[in-house]
Structure formats: structure tokens, C-alpha cells
């Protein structure tokens, strides 16, 4: 079966602009969750997206914001960007967010912010 | 979520068992514990969970002590493409706060060498 798929895969951005991310789950899979990457602060938690809701939030400030379609692709949006944004952004989808042996990671977006 | 600790890194021969521990002291009765690994920029992949019993699957063993504070994962025969980031982490079950979302630490680097 397909697995999650994440585009696009490289993005270079210029601080204060903004930037959307896309994750398509695996089929049948309503749950999204996303996740910031950084050599400094590891894999930390962004938000999680379950029938078009945010479910859980992690610690992040108001310029991270997702969003969640019908057919459980999830967009995620960064505005305003610092260089500090830089990270590999990853996602992860779930038949229903329950259990963690469920959940299939994309390979990331890699977004470096100049 | 109780907090783990893992060894930042260490190194396994090709072909030897790799055994790495984790410490969760601070667990309660209704975490579980979960290993996950990451290889090098690729997400996170899912290995193997438990509660209070060992478990095996066809990736590895996970061994919980008695009182449920520690536990370690054993890679029976290590190869080259195991190495990679190895994340401990523990998550209760049934809460809907946690649905969807993964605390991860630092993790332990192993590097196989052949």
C-alpha cells in the first residue's frame, strides 16, 4: 500500500514570508499528526488533526496552524517565518490517533529559511 | 508522560546482538512503552510496544523489568542498516489527550560497524 507522502520534499524560504506543507495519510487513515525536527530541541510535537479538527496542540506560537481536509490531507502553514523555523517537518497518520504502534511517518519536508 | 533516559550513543558489531536501554522510573501503570527508530533523514518507523510482559516480533525484543522502571530493546543480529536514531518512549493508553502525538527524547545513536 502507499505510504504517507509529503510535499515537497526540499523548499528554501526567505525570513518573513510564509509556507504550506502538504501530507496525504496512508488510505482509510483519518488521523495527521505533525512534528518539527531540529539538531537542537529533536522531534517535538506541532498538532494533530483527526476529521478535519485539531485534536492536540503541542507548545508552538500562533504562526504554526494546520489544517485538515475531507480526505484527511493536511496542510500545514507557517507564516512569518524566522530563521529558526528551519527543520525537517514531519507527519505522521493513524487510522484513528489511538495507538502509536499504528502510526506511519512520511520522509519529511526539509524547509531551510534565509 | 513519564520521561526517558537512553544512552546518547553507542556501537555494535555487525552480526552481535545490540541491546539498548532505556530508563522510565517514573512510569505509571497505564504506560506503555514504545521503541521507535529513525534512520538517517527518513521519519521515525515503529518497532515494537509492551506493557508489563516481554515481547518479540520479527524486528526485535523488548524486555520490561519487574518493576516496570527500565527496559531494553535487543536487535538479535545487528546489521549495517540498523544503524540509526533508537527512540524510548512511553504513552498512556486511553486518553484522548494523548491520541495522536509521541513525546520523543534525545534517543541513542547506534552505529553498526561491519
Known amino acids: 500500500k502507499a505510504g504517507v507522502t509529503q510535499t515537497p520534499r526540499y523548499l528554501i524560504k526567505t525570513r518573513g514570508q510564509q509556507v504550506t506543507l502538504s501530507c496525504s495519510p496512508i488510505s482509510g487513515h483519518r488521523s495527521v499528526s505533525w512534528y518539527q525536527q531540529t539538531p537542537g530541541q529533536g522531534l517535538q510535537f506541532l498538532f494533530e488533526y483527526f476529521s478535519e479538527t485539531q485534536r492536540n496542540k503541542g507548545n508552538f506560537p500562533g504562526r504554526f496552524s494546520g489544517r485538515q481536509f475531507s480526505n484527511s490531507r493536511s496542510e500545514m502553514n507557517v507564516s512569518t517565518l524566522e530563521l529558526g523555523d528551519s527543520a525537517l517537518y514531519l507527519c505522521?497518520?493513524?487510522?484513528?490517533?489511538?495507538?502509536?504502534?499504528?502510526?506511519?511517518f512520511g520522509s519529511g519536508t526539509r524547509l531551510t529559511v534565509v | 508522560d513519564a520521561k526517558t533516559t537512553q544512552p546518547p550513543s553507542m556501537d555494535c558489531a555487525e552480526g552481535r546482538a545490540a541491546n539498548l536501554p532505556c530508563n522510565h522510573s517514573?512510569?505509571?501503570?497505564?504506560?506503555?512503552v514504545y521503541w521507535y527508530r529513525q534512520i538517517h533523514s527518513q521519519g521515525p518507523q515503529y518497532i515494537i510496544h509492551g506493557l508489563k510482559n516481554n515481547e518479540t516480533n520479527e524486528m526485535a525484543s523488548l524486555i520490561i523489568t519487574e518493576d516496570r522502571k527500565s527496559s531494553t530493546l535487543i536487535l538479535p543480529h545487528a546489521t549495517l542498516r540498523d544503524t540509526a536514531v533508537y527512540y524510548c518512549?512511553?504513552?498512556?493508553?486511553?486518553?484522548?489527550?494523548?491520541?495522536?502525538?509521541?513525546?520523543f527524547g534525545a534517543g541513542t545513536q547506534v552505529v553498526v560497524t561491519p
Open positions: 518512549i512511553v504513552r498512556p493508553a486511553g486518553t484522548t489527550d494523548s491520541w495522536g502525538k509521541l513525546q
Open positions: 517514573t512510569i505509571s501503570g497505564n504506560e506503555y
Open positions: 505522521a497518520s493513524s487510522l484513528d490517533g489511538r495507538d502509536p504502534y499504528g502510526y506511519t
